[in-house]
C-alpha cells in the first residue's frame, strides 16, 4: 500500500501498522512507524522502540532511548 502512494495507507494509525508489521517479523518497517508513532505519544512508545531495537540487533540505539526516557 505504501509502495502504491495509497490513500488507504492513511486509514491506519502508526501504531496498528507497527504492530503487523512486527507480526511478520518486519522489524524495520516496525521501527520505522514506533519513530512516527514516537511523535505524537512519546512515553506510550518507549518501551516498543527499545524492543524493537534489540530485535534488530541495535543495543545502543535502544540504550540511547532509554537515556532520552530518562
Known sequence: MELDE??????FSAK?????AEDCNAYA??????EQEFEN???DTVEKLIQTNYQLQQPEAAEGI?????
Open 6 to 11: 495509497s490513500e488507504d495507507i492513511k486509514l
Open 66 to 70: 532509554l537515556n532520552y526516557a530518562k
Open 41 to 43: 505519544s512519546p512515553r
Open 16 to 20: 496498528t501498522l507497527a504492530i503487523i
Open 29 to 34: 518497517k516496525a521501527l520505522y512507524y514506533w
